[in-house]
Antibody, heavy 122, light 107 residues
Framework: QLQLQESGPGLVKPSETLSLTCTVS??????????WGWIRQPPGKGLECIGT???????YYNPSLKSRVTISVDTSKNQFSLELSSVTAADTAVYYC??????????????WGQGTLVTVSS | DIQMTQSPSSLSASVGDRVTITCRAS??????LNWYQQKPGKAPKLLIY???SLQSGVPSRFGGSGSGTDFTLTISGLQPEDFATYYC??????????FGQGTKLDI
């Protein structure tokens, strides 16, 4: 059973870089079935897809964040990571990693990690 | 980008009621539409994919329909555990796949 778990600092200073890692268990990040994604949710607000990465390294980023986002995959550790640079208070959110199942013509995020709250504050 | 608009933003209902939540896409997305349920402090859970296919393990009181730009999520016979926030998400074309703003269903 595929499971995902986010890890990383819960507090980041303004203008610094937010870095999170998602560890995949019960499956491989090298699987051709999945894209691996990051989604965030500011407190009390809705969901925003940050971007996805395929095991080949192909990435897709939300245009609104593209200039500040890097998503990478580490097949040796079975992990993928998010870096978001030049953060401000507006980047305070719960960050989720998710497996985007593309095994058939349609696709969806399932499963998700439990989420990790990242607060941007000095 | 494809914009997803849900209505209503919030909805009050009672146990046993039938409720309908609507999601509209800014352009045709065929049936590339998913529905998720999120409870407070938890990650979203996939309910329906491809507009009308029920994810394994999801109760049959949940149903989805629609194609093109207009979609609905229907819950027939609300149960106490169904009070949550519901999101639609389009998976058309290339990522990132946008979500609706959510519909909070409460008692």
């Amino acid at each position: 059973q595929l499971q995902l778990q986010e890890s990383g600092p819960g507090l980041v200073k303004p203008s610094e870089t937010l870095s999170l890692t998602c560890t995949v268990s019960g499956g491989s990040v090298s699987s051709s079935t999945y894209y691996w994604g990051w989604i965030r949710q500011p407190p009390g607000k809705g969901l925003e897809c940050i971007g996805t990465i395929y095991y080949t390294g192909a990435t897709y980023y939300n245009p609104s964040l593209k200039s500040r986002v890097t998503i990478s995959v580490d097949t040796s550790k079975n992990q993928f990571s998010l870096e978001l640079s030049s953060v401000t208070a507006a980047d305070t959110a719960v960050y989720y990693c998710g497996a985007y199942d593309s095994s058939n013509y349609f696709g969806w995020f399932d499963p998700w990690g439990q989420g990790t709250l990242v607060t941007v504050s000095s | 980008d494809i914009q997803m608009t849900q209505s209503p933003s919030s909805l009050s209902a009672s146990v046993g009621d039938r409720v309908t939540i609507t999601c509209r896409a800014s352009q045709s997305i065929s049936n590339f539409l998913n529905w998720y349920q999120q409870k407070p402090g938890k990650a979203p859970k996939l309910l329906i994919y491809a507009a009308s296919s029920l994810q394994s393990g999801v109760p049959s009181r949940f149903g989805g329909s629609g194609s093109g730009t207009d979609f609905t999520l229907t819950i027939s016979g609300l149960q106490p555990e169904d009070f949550a926030t519901y999101y639609c998400q389009q998976s058309y074309s290339t990522p990132p796949y946008t979500f609706g703003q959510g519909t909070k269903l409460d008692i």
